[in-house]
């Protein structure tokens, strides 16, 4: 350290060096105590799931009977995957266009800031209170010749993805410059041209990434799937009837007596977190390419 | 109903020998590109001309006749309502939440605020060019000047012309013409303004308005512009909002002083820089007041 | 309210004009000197005006310079262009001036070191002296005070000047026929001329004041052109 201090440029007081240094270690200690719970979870997710993991963990269904081999969960995969794949195509398309009115059409209108209020609410909603409300209405009356169905916890789960596709695209759609939007309809367009041809294409990176991480929200629930497609076994496409999820597997299989079973539980929750984390490693490369391009 | 604009005839057959062209003409803007005016150029007539943001009375009853085929440049300090009162002439004002606009304004015989206008068609016929360069990102260099066809629905197999053309007539050709497919947002600060242009003139306009088109650009892409404005105007009737006095003196056969929504003088730019008639041009342009 | 920008601006246009009508005060006194050198036929002090035209050279150089450096950064446009158009006609016209006296001075010694010949010829060559120096010092008002009736006045004054001159080259023409009294007078004659291109220089001066005030450029009716019709150079 040189000594060559001057009026003009005084060296750092050694008490605000102090303070300096015990801001820095109080964050790191703040950063490594968040930090711990997270990596003890994932510690005992593959200490537990990769056990389970095997051909045959996802090549059979959970048929297995009392004492013998208790199956896979492929069931519940495909399950998973096809109630969480039509919640996706209904609130999507819904969410992006509610953003769109949000955004493009009625910026002014008081009927916006009303829908806007909605929306917020509606991220605040507990996610059984949705599956509670799909069951009063579709399971309890029977709707479409079933109870519990997987189209009705499909649009239980596009209920609560929803608000967070309507708010994500809007943010991402207030993005795009108003130049943009300026110099198109300067050349002549009409607004829908506008959008269509100008904002969505440069929303997109954006918006994929706001509907995949609302997608992977949607998988992981398991409260609204409960009321309203509650529990098979089989691998089945009807989403007229009952079906097996991911969720809704962990639930019954993690209280069960048999240690086999409660691993396959474990395995079917590391499965869950590999999907949600897949999901979201897309959602960054396509964020990244979209930056790069 | 404005009725729909003619197409220049001549595209086909200077298309041929404009490409038959040596390179050492690729950089300066292609009069022959640019087309022949439509008769005798159509003038722009401003009368009366209200505007208002919310309670905000910005432009305060104008009256301006834009002669054809001239550059008009409008000067004043700021806020005194040029850029809103340019906007109202392609009705783009009305674009803002909570902006209104009353009067007339005639393209040749025909207002713009009448009733049952179009105003797509208004838009298409009146170009407009923003102070800062705003190209489509997501769309190619080739796209971006076809975007303005596109974008109007217009149909036609020669959109590749078209878009050659419109590249030529702002002297970009011979720095795009082996990129074309590239994204739009690659290029340098002039050039993304003079791809904007060729984007406005694709559509062939009659009118074309240009909002403080160089304020972005750096020395040299501003005398480029400049340059590319004076053969524009061979074509086009051209207005330019300018806060920089030098651009009007170098670049507007007239001039037009405003000030707090009002126009205050509108004479020939020899005339309003060398003898002003009104005090307040004079002391507005020898910087007695900013 | 009007706010003070470009302060260093109107500062230098103002210093620019105090130089170029300070040459006119040189001008002056060129003349008062030359005047008294034909007066009393003083070689030495004809010598002195002679010399002393490098002032007024110089001061040329010096607001021909200022006016470039002015144009160059400046970008002056309307009145304060007009300004200095005219501040750049008005230095010639003051060089003109200068050389005047230079010439007139020179014609000193040229015309015979006894005393001058003819009285008529002397009182009216001196009072076309005075004239002169009225002019000039009317000139430097009407420019700096931007009097537009002052400038148009100086043409009346002129006309004097004019006819000033026609008498001399008569009264010459008729001076008798002593060899030395008619060589004399054929000097003052070229003296006459000199002064009476000195009124028109003046003339310039006021025409340059009018410019600055209208914007028009109008040559100012004198007895000396047939038409004394305006030609406006733009209006």
Same mark, same amino acid.
């Given at each position: 350290?040189?000594?060559?201090?001057?009026?003009?440029?005084?060296?750092?007081?050694?008490? +605000?060096?102090?303070?300096?240094?015990?801001?820095?270690?109080?964050? $790191?200690? $703040?950063?490594?105590i968040a930090l711990i719970p997270l990596v003890l979870i994932i510690y005992y997710l593959l200490y537990k799931g990769l056990k389970a993991w095997s051909g045959s963990?996802?090549?059979t269904d959970p048929n297995g009977n009392f004492f013998g081999d208790p199956g896979g969960v492929r069931s519940a995969i495909f399950g998973t995957l096809e109630i969480v794949g039509l919640a996706t195509l209904i609130s999507i398309p819904i969410g992006i266009a509610v953003a769109l009115y949000l955004t493009e059409y009625g910026k002014d209108h008081w009927f916006a800031s009303v829908v806007r209020y909605f929306v917020d609410v509606m991220t605040g909603v507990p996610s059984i209170v949705f599956g509670l409300f799909i069951y009063i209405?579709?399971?309890?009356?029977?709707?479409?010749?079933?109870?519990?169905?997987?189209?009705k916890g499909a649009l239980a789960l596009a209920l609560l993805m929803l608000p967070i596709v309507i708010r994500s695209a809007e943010v991402v759609l207030l993005l795009v410059p108003n130049s943009l939007r300026e110099a198109a309809l300067a050349l002549g367009a009409p607004r829908w041209r506008v959008v269509w041809r100008v904002v969505l294409p440069t929303a997109r990176p954006g918006l994929i990434t706001g509907s995949l991480l609302a997608v992977a929200r949607g998988m992981g629930e398991t409260a609204p799937l409960l009321f309203t497609v509650s529990l098979a076994f089989g691998l089945t496409g009807n989403l007229n009837s009952q079906m097996n999820t991911l969720p809704v597997q962990i639930?019954?299989? &993690?209280?069960?007596?048999?240690?086999? &079973?409660?691993?396959? *539980?474990?395995? *079917?929750?590391?499965?869950?977190? *590999?999907?949600?984390?897949?999901?979201?490693?897309?959602?960054?490369? &396509?964020? +990244?390419?979209?930056?790069?391009? | 109903m404005i009725p729909p604009e003619t197409t220049s005839k001549e595209s086909d057959a200077k298309m041929s020998t404009a490409e038959g062209r040596s390179e050492q003409t690729d950089a300066t803007p292609d009069r022959a590109a640019l087309g022949a005016r439509q008769g005798k150029g159509h003038s722009v007539l401003v009368k009366d001309l209200h505007a208002y943001y919310g309670q905000v009375h910005a432009v305060k009853g104008i009256d301006i006749n834009f002669s054809p085929g001239e550059v008009t440049a409008i000067i004043g300090p700021s806020g005194c309502g040029k850029s809103t009162m340019v906007r109202c002439i392609n009705r783009m004002h009305e674009e803002i939440p909570g902006a209104r606009s009353e009067g007339e304004v005639k393209l040749d015989t025909l207002d713009v605020y009448d009733a049952g206008v179009d105003i797509t068609a208004v838009r298409r016929l009146i170009g407009m060019v923003f102070q800062k360069p705003n190209p489509f990102p997501t769309m190619s260099i080739f796209d971006n000047v076809a975007a303005g066809l596109r974008l109007t629905g217009s149909r036609g197999d020669n959109l590749r012309e078209r878009v050659h053309k419109a590249l030529r007539a702002v002297g970009l050709w011979g720095e795009v013409k082996n990129r074309l497919s590239s994204a739009g947002g690659g290029l340098s600060g002039g050039q993304q303004q003079r791809l904007c242009i060729a984007r406005t003139i694709a559509v062939e306009p009659e009118v074309i308005l240009m909002d403080e088109p160089c304020s972005a650009l750096d020395p040299v892409a501003t005398l480029k512009v400049e340059e590319l404005i004076d053969e524009l105007k061979?074509?086009?009737?051209? #207005?330019? #909002?300018?806060?920089?006095?030098?651009?009007?003196?170098?670049v507007a056969d007239s001039t037009v002083f405003m000030l707090d929504g009002e126009v205050i003088e509108?004479?020939?730019?020899?005339?309003?820089?060398?003898?002003?008639?009104?005090?307040?041009?004079?002391r507005y342009v020898t910087g007695k007041f900013g | 309210m009007v706010q003070e920008t470009r302060h260093q601006f109107r500062e230098d246009l103002k210093e620019l004009e105090r130089q170029a009508l300070g040459g006119l005060d040189i001008v002056i006194q060129q003349l008062d000197r030359a005047m008294e050198s034909i007066s009393y036929q003083d070689v030495e002090l004809a010598g002195m005006v002679v010399a002393d035209d490098d002032r007024i050279d110089g001061r040329y150089l010096e607001v021909h310079q200022g006016i470039l450096s002015l144009l160059a950064r400046q970008a002056p446009v309307a009145t304060d262009l007009r300004i200095v158009a005219a501040l750049l006609h008005t230095i010639r016209c003051v060089e003109r001036m200068g050389d005047q006296c230079v010439n007139i001075a020179k014609l000193v010694p040229l015309s015979g070191y006894e005393?001058?010949?003819?009285?008529?010829?002397?009182? /009216?060559?001196?009072?076309?002296? %005075?004239?002169?120096?009225s002019q000039v010092g %009317? /000139?430097?008002?009407?420019?700096?005070?931007?009097?537009?009736?002052?400038?148009?006045?100086?043409?009346?004054?002129?006309?004097?000047?004019?006819?000033?001159?026609?008498?001399?080259?008569?009264? /010459?023409?008729?001076?008798?026929?002593?060899?030395?009294?008619?060589?004399?007078?054929?000097?003052?004659?070229?003296?006459?001329?000199?002064?009476e291109r000195v009124g028109d220089n003046t003339v310039d001066i006021a025409e340059q004041t009018v410019f600055v005030v209208t914007g028009l450029f109008r040559e100012l009716a004198d007895a000396s052109t047939p038409s004394g019709s305006p030609t406006p150079l733009n209006g």
């Amino acid at each position: 350290m040189s000594t060559g201090a001057s009026p003009l440029l005084p060296h750092v007081s050694g008490r +605000r060096r102090r303070t300096d240094k015990i801001m820095r270690g109080l964050l $790191a200690a $703040a950063t490594v105590i968040a930090l711990i719970p997270l990596v003890l979870i994932i510690y005992y997710l593959l200490y537990k799931g990769l056990k389970a993991w095997s051909g045959s963990f996802f090549s059979t269904d959970p048929n297995g009977n009392f004492f013998g081999d208790p199956g896979g969960v492929r069931s519940a995969i495909f399950g998973t995957l096809e109630i969480v794949g039509l919640a996706t195509l209904i609130s999507i398309p819904i969410g992006i266009a509610v953003a769109l009115y949000l955004t493009e059409y009625g910026k002014d209108h008081w009927f916006a800031s009303v829908v806007r209020y909605f929306v917020d609410v509606m991220t605040g909603v507990p996610s059984i209170v949705f599956g509670l409300f799909i069951y009063i209405v579709l399971v309890v009356s029977h709707t479409g010749g079933s109870g519990f169905a997987g189209w009705k916890g499909a649009l239980a789960l596009a209920l609560l993805m929803l608000p967070i596709v309507i708010r994500s695209a809007e943010v991402v759609l207030l993005l795009v410059p108003n130049s943009l939007r300026e110099a198109a309809l300067a050349l002549g367009a009409p607004r829908w041209r506008v959008v269509w041809r100008v904002v969505l294409p440069t929303a997109r990176p954006g918006l994929i990434t706001g509907s995949l991480l609302a997608v992977a929200r949607g998988m992981g629930e398991t409260a609204p799937l409960l009321f309203t497609v509650s529990l098979a076994f089989g691998l089945t496409g009807n989403l007229n009837s009952q079906m097996n999820t991911l969720p809704v597997q962990i639930f019954t299989d &993690i209280t069960n007596p048999r240690n086999v &079973i409660v691993t396959r *539980a474990w395995g *079917a929750a590391l499965t869950l977190v *590999a999907l949600v984390l897949i999901l979201n490693l897309v959602a960054r490369l &396509i964020a +990244r390419r979209s930056r790069m391009a | 109903m404005i009725p729909p604009e003619t197409t220049s005839k001549e595209s086909d057959a200077k298309m041929s020998t404009a490409e038959g062209r040596s390179e050492q003409t690729d950089a300066t803007p292609d009069r022959a590109a640019l087309g022949a005016r439509q008769g005798k150029g159509h003038s722009v007539l401003v009368k009366d001309l209200h505007a208002y943001y919310g309670q905000v009375h910005a432009v305060k009853g104008i009256d301006i006749n834009f002669s054809p085929g001239e550059v008009t440049a409008i000067i004043g300090p700021s806020g005194c309502g040029k850029s809103t009162m340019v906007r109202c002439i392609n009705r783009m004002h009305e674009e803002i939440p909570g902006a209104r606009s009353e009067g007339e304004v005639k393209l040749d015989t025909l207002d713009v605020y009448d009733a049952g206008v179009d105003i797509t068609a208004v838009r298409r016929l009146i170009g407009m060019v923003f102070q800062k360069p705003n190209p489509f990102p997501t769309m190619s260099i080739f796209d971006n000047v076809a975007a303005g066809l596109r974008l109007t629905g217009s149909r036609g197999d020669n959109l590749r012309e078209r878009v050659h053309k419109a590249l030529r007539a702002v002297g970009l050709w011979g720095e795009v013409k082996n990129r074309l497919s590239s994204a739009g947002g690659g290029l340098s600060g002039g050039q993304q303004q003079r791809l904007c242009i060729a984007r406005t003139i694709a559509v062939e306009p009659e009118v074309i308005l240009m909002d403080e088109p160089c304020s972005a650009l750096d020395p040299v892409a501003t005398l480029k512009v400049e340059e590319l404005i004076d053969e524009l105007k061979q074509r086009y009737t051209i #207005v330019i #909002v300018t806060h920089n006095m030098q651009q009007a003196g170098r670049v507007a056969d007239s001039t037009v002083f405003m000030l707090d929504g009002e126009v205050i003088e509108h004479a020939p730019t020899e005339k309003l820089f060398t003898t002003p008639d009104d005090e307040r041009t004079e002391r507005y342009v020898t910087g007695k007041f900013g | 309210m009007v706010q003070e920008t470009r302060h260093q601006f109107r500062e230098d246009l103002k210093e620019l004009e105090r130089q170029a009508l300070g040459g006119l005060d040189i001008v002056i006194q060129q003349l008062d000197r030359a005047m008294e050198s034909i007066s009393y036929q003083d070689v030495e002090l004809a010598g002195m005006v002679v010399a002393d035209d490098d002032r007024i050279d110089g001061r040329y150089l010096e607001v021909h310079q200022g006016i470039l450096s002015l144009l160059a950064r400046q970008a002056p446009v309307a009145t304060d262009l007009r300004i200095v158009a005219a501040l750049l006609h008005t230095i010639r016209c003051v060089e003109r001036m200068g050389d005047q006296c230079v010439n007139i001075a020179k014609l000193v010694p040229l015309s015979g070191y006894e005393a001058p010949k003819d009285k008529g010829i002397l009182d /009216a060559i001196e009072r076309m002296g %005075q004239l002169a120096r009225s002019q000039v010092g %009317q /000139a430097k008002d009407a420019f700096a005070t931007r009097n537009v009736e002052l400038a148009r006045d100086l043409v009346r004054q002129d006309a004097e000047i004019n006819r000033l001159n026609r008498e001399i080259f008569r009264s /010459a023409v008729e001076v008798g026929d002593d060899v030395d009294v008619r060589e004399w007078a054929m000097f003052m004659i070229l003296v006459a001329r000199c002064l009476e291109r000195v009124g028109d220089n003046t003339v310039d001066i006021a025409e340059q004041t009018v410019f600055v005030v209208t914007g028009l450029f109008r040559e100012l009716a004198d007895a000396s052109t047939p038409s004394g019709s305006p030609t406006p150079l733009n209006g």
